[in-house]
C-alpha cells in the first residue's frame, strides 16, 4: 500500500467532445462522465459530469453550466483546466502521492496548436508525463484489430464532435480523414428540423434524447414515434408535437450522408492492397454514433462492404488504451510514443 502511493500510477484519458473516461492502471475504467462542467461566479464547481449534463439549459444567471469542448478539441481552456483536474482527483483519489503519467488520446486531424493545448491543459490539471495516440490506433486496439500485420483494416469512429476515419497497416496510420461532424451536429439537425416544421423550440438536451429513442440512419418500415414538449415560437406557449423516425431520418440525413462520405473519400484514397484487405475485413464501426440505428447498414449500402459494429462503441477507445498500459514497453515501441 505504501509502495502504491509513493509509486506514479499509469492513467488512460479520453477527453472526448460528449464524454470523458479514465482508465486507472490496476482498475480499469474509473471516470466515465459527461464532459460537462459548472460553475459559479466565483468560479467554485457547482456540478460535474452527469450532474453538470442536467444543468444545461436550466441554469440560474449566477451559475454557468459548460461543455469545455468541441468538435474533438478543447474551445475554452479554463474551463476544460478545471473539469479536468476534478476528473483527476476523481480518478486518483488520493492513491497516489506523486503527479501520475497519462496516455492521452487526440483526434488524428488534430493541428500542433491544438495539441499542445491538450498537452498543456493535462500538465496543468496535474499530469508529469504526457504520451499522446492518435484515436483511431487506440481504437483499433480496442476492436482488436490485427494492427502490427501489413494487412489493412480500416476503423471509422462517430463520436460526438468529429468523425474520424482511418486506414492503418503494420501500427500506423495510413490513411485518415477527420471532419468535424458527429452526434452534436445530428442533435442540432434535430433542433433546426423541428424549428422549421413545428415552429417548436425544445433544447440541445431533448433533441439529443429524440435522437436516442428514435434515431435512425435509414429510413424504417415499422415507424416508431415520440411525443415531445417544447415551446412554441410563434404563441411563446408550451407546446406537445407527435415526431415519428422517418422524420428524424430526414432530419439526420445530411449529416449521415456527410460521414459516410468520409468513409467513401478515404477509401477512395486507400492503395490498392490495403483496399483489398478491406473488402475481405469489412469496415470497423465505433463511437457513440455507431449506436445510431441503421448506421451501419447506411455506410455498408454505399459501401458494399461489410460493416462491423464494435460490441461496446463509447468505450471501445479506452479499453484500447487500458490493453496499450497493459503492455506499455512494446507498444510505445510499436506506435513510437514519446513523453512529452
Ligand atoms: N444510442 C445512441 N444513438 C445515437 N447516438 C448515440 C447513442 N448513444 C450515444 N450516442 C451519441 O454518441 C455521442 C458520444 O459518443 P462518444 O462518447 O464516442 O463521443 P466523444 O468521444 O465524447 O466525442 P469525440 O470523439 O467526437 O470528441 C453523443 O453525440 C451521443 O448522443
Ligand atoms: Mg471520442
Request: hydrophobic fraction near 40%.
Amino acid at each position: 500500500m505504501f509502495f502504491r502511493k509513493i509509486l506514479p500510477r499509469y492513467i488512460a484519458l479520453d477527453l472526448g467532445t460528449t464524454n470523458t473516461l479514465i482508465h486507472l492502471d490496476d482498475q480499469g475504467v474509473v471516470v466515465d462522465e459527461p464532459s460537462v462542467i459548472a460553475i459559479n461566479e466565483l468560479k467554485q464547481i457547482e456540478a460535474l459530469g452527469a450532474g453538470a449534463k442536467r444543468m444545461l439549459g436550466r441554469t440560474p444567471p449566477n451559475i454557468r453550466a459548460v461543455r469545455p469542448m468541441k468538435d474533438g478539441v478543447i474551445a475554452d481552456y479554463q474551463t476544460a483546466e478545471l473539469m479536468l483536474k476534478a476528473f483527476l482527483r476523481m480518478a486518483l483519489q488520493g492513491s497516489s502521492v506523486v503527479k501520475p503519467r497519462a496516455l492521452v488520446c487526440v483526434p488524428s486531424g488534430i493541428t500542433e496548436v491544438e495539441k499542445r493545448a491538450v498537452r498543456d491543459s493535462v500538465k496543468n490539471a496535474g499530469v508529469r508525463e504526457i504520451f499522446l495516440i492518435e484515436e483511431p490506433i487506440a481504437a483499433a486496439v480496442g476492436m482488436q484489430l490485427p494492427i502490427e500485420a501489413s494487412s489493412g483494416s480500416i476503423v471509422v469512429d462517430v463520436g460526438g464532435g468529429t468523425t474520424e476515419v482511418a486506414v492503418l497497416s503494420l501500427g500506423d496510420v495510413v490513411v485518415s480523414q477527420s471532419r468535424k461532424i458527429g452526434g452534436d451536429d445530428m442533435d442540432a439537425a434535430i433542433d433546426r428540423y423541428l424549428k422549421n416544421r413545428y415552429s417548436i423550440f425544445v433544447g440541445e438536451q431533448i433533441c439529443e434524447r429524440i435522437k436516442l429513442a428514435i434515431g435512425t440512419a435509414v429510413r424504417v418500415e415499422d415507424e416508431q414515434s415520440m411525443s415531445v414538449k417544447g415551446r412554441n415560437m410563434i404563441s411563446g406557449i408550451p407546446n406537445t408535437v407527435e415526431i415519428t423516425s422517418n422524420e428524424i431520418y430526414e432530419a439526420l440525413s445530411e449529416t449521415v450522408g456527410n460521414v459516410v462520405s468520409a468513409v467513401r473519400s478515404t477509401l477512395e484514397r486507400t492503395p490498392p492492397e490495403l483496399a483489398a484487405d478491406i473488402v475481405e475485413s469489412g469496415v470497423n464501426l465505433t463511437g457513440g454514433g455507431a449506436l445510431l440505428s441503421g448506421l451501419d447498414t447506411a455506410i455498408a449500402r454505399e459501401t458494399n462492404l461489410e460493416v462491423r459494429r464494435a460490441p461496446r462503441p463509447l468505450y471501445t477507445i479506452i479499453e484500447g488504451m487500458g490493453l496499450i498500459l497493459a503492455d506499455f514497453s512494446r507498444y510505445k515501441k510499436l506506435f513510437n510514443l514519446r513523453p512529452s
